[in-house]
Nanobody, 127 residues
Framework: QVQLVESGGGLVQAGGSLRLSCASS????????MGWFRQAPGKEREFVAA????????NYADSVKGRFTISRSNAKNTLYLQMNSLKPEDTAVYYC????????????????????WGQGTQVTVSS
């Protein structure tokens, strides 16, 4: 059974930085693309960033381009999200997820493409 556990969230002032981690266990991490999504109160879950299984391809939502960086360590079975220049509108619960098909990166921006999800970590950015 695949388990994803996020960590690294917290309270930060606008302009600050946080680094989220997502530890994966129970599966072959290195063969699956991974993604980050977020959900703010009263809003739908939205795509943030995704990375292919090898790390060769990365994609970002327009709202975070240039500020967030997704990375992964297949040796450590861990996905990361470095968040810089944080804004109050980045406040949300952040989730990592595993795409449902190995060696596939199609539909990376859609939550329905992912089959395993972490429990989420809260990020709060104060103004």
């Amino acid at each position: 059974q695949v388990q994803l556990v996020e960590s690294g969230g917290g309270l930060v002032q606008a302009g600050g930085s946080l680094r989220l981690s997502c530890a994966s266990s129970g599966g072959t991490f290195s063969t699956y693309a991974m993604g980050w999504f977020r959900q703010a109160p009263g809003k739908e879950r939205e795509f943030v960033a995704a990375m292919s299984w090898s790390g060769a391809n990365r994609n970002y939502a327009d709202s975070v381009k240039g500020r967030f960086t997704i990375s992964r360590s297949n040796a450590k079975n861990t996905l990361y999200l470095q968040m810089n220049s944080l804004k109050p509108e980045d406040t949300a619960v952040y989730y990592c997820a595993r795409i449902h098909t190995p060696f596939d990166f199609n539909g990376y921006e859609k939550s329905s493409t992912y089959d395993y999800w972490g429990q989420g970590t809260q990020v709060t950015v104060s103004s």
